[in-house]
């Protein structure tokens, strides 16, 4: 009987004898391929993930792990240069036009604008500014300006004495400037912000300061009463001679009204002497002429006999009214005058002034505003410039 019919030996079972007389041939190994870089970090980045159950990862698998590295690895990369390169030059200029402009808001409020509510509010538009556009489109002169204008109005109403004056006070309290509320709303009205907020209105505290002044000092003897005159110091002993330049060019004392002025009393004593002649000769005679005119008298007796009803006092007064400016004025149109003359002033100054003009009154010079020009001045400047 035939094994592959007999029952007792199942089909195939005589194959497993043929199989183990006959060695299978084991498959041969390939050559192992040297990684690249990327591929190494992926077989290692691979057995992380490793299954338990089903042993190593597959290479479909490896390689989109690799993709997806490399893709982030991309992505760091265009963040970094986009953080190094543009983000963070832009937030650097932008922090930069935010100080800046932080530094206008603090420097046009202060001093009692400080804690304006409209400092906070643009503090706050500035800060909270995602770009440039955004920072330059706060516009703090032009809000600091209104605010200025409104807070000095209302203060000079407040703080203007019984001649309706008010005194500027600027920064510092580096000069001071009596002047009518009216000219100090015009200043008020035509400045802006970087002006004002370094000056501040109050109300004026002034005396009067008796000085001694030479001619020269006392604006060539041609200021009257009433003239409003800057003072200004001198940086040099004699006037003129070894002079010391200063480049300061605003006045120590602004506003000053003059209130009385004195000359010696030689300058009132008058003692002059005309004479004409001629000779008129006919034949042998000779008939010598001569009218001589003198006049003397002395400006103080005049008025002290009019005191005591010597004189008519009215038309003395009349004639002698300014007598002092009247005789500058002649002087200064002949262009000949007692240079020597000088001169005792009362005048109307800030009392915080009054110790350094009382130190410095042998080298203050007076001046007069061209604004405030007097008459006579107003005409020279007007006659030079009409033509």
């Not at 300014?322 to 002649?330: A, C, P, Q, R, W």
Request: glycine letters at 6%; one cysteine or more.
């Amino acid at each position: 009987m035939k094994k592959e019919n007999n029952p007792s030996f199942p089909k195939g079972f005589g194959e497993l004898d043929d199989l183990k007389n006959n060695e299978i041939p084991k498959p041969k190994l390939k050559d192992k391929k040297e990684l690249t870089p990327i591929e190494a970090f992926n077989e290692k980045l691979g057995s992380l993930f490793k299954n338990k159950n089903s042993g190593n990862v597959s290479d479909e698998k490896k390689r989109k792990i690799g993709k997806i590295i490399m893709t982030a690895v991309i992505l760091t990369l265009i963040i970094s240069a986009y953080y190094f390169i543009i983000y963070e030059p832009a937030q650097q200029e932008l922090n930069e036009a935010k100080t800046s402009k932080l530094n206008e808001l603090h420097s046009l409020y202060k001093g009692p604008m400080a804690d304006a509510g409209s400092a906070f509010t643009l503090e706050k538009n500035i800060k909270d500014a995602k770009n440039l556009y955004e920072v330059e489109s706060v516009n703090v002169e032009k809000q600091a300006t209104a605010d200025w204008k409104k807070f000095h109005i209302n203060t000079i109403h407040r703080n203007t004495d019984q001649f309706n004056r008010t005194m500027a006070v600027h920064e510092n309290n580096s000069r001071n400037v009596v002047m009518s509320s009216a000219e100090a709303i015009e200043f008020v009205n035509n400045n802006n912000a970087i002006k004002l907020c370094d000056v501040i209105f109050e109300k004026p505290n002034t005396v009067s300061v008796p000085i001694m002044v030479s001619r020269l000092q006392a604006g060539a003897g041609l200021v009257n009463v009433g003239s409003v005159v800057d003072i200004y110091k001198s940086n040099n002993d004699t006037l003129f001679a070894n002079s010391t330049p200063s480049n300061k060019s605003e006045a120590d004392v602004c506003g000053c009204t003059v209130l009385s002025i004195m000359r010696y009393e030689d300058n009132g004593e008058i003692d002059s002497e005309y004479s004409k002649g001629n000779t008129v000769v006919v034949g042998n005679n000779t008939n010598p002429n001569e009218n001589t005119q003198t006049f003397s008298s002395n400006v103080l007796e005049m008025l002290k006999g009019a005191i005591i009803q010597g004189y008519d006092e009215k038309s003395t007064v009349d004639m002698l009214n300014s007598y002092g400016v009247k005789l500058s004025n002649y002087e200064r149109q002949i262009n000949l005058g007692d240079l020597d003359a000088e001169y005792m002033l009362l005048l109307e100054v800030p009392q915080d002034k009054v110790n350094f003009i009382i130190n410095n009154m042998d080298h203050i010079v007076l001046t007069i505003p061209t604004a405030k020009a007097p008459s006579w001045m107003a005409g020279e400047i007007n006659s030079t410039y009409s033509g």
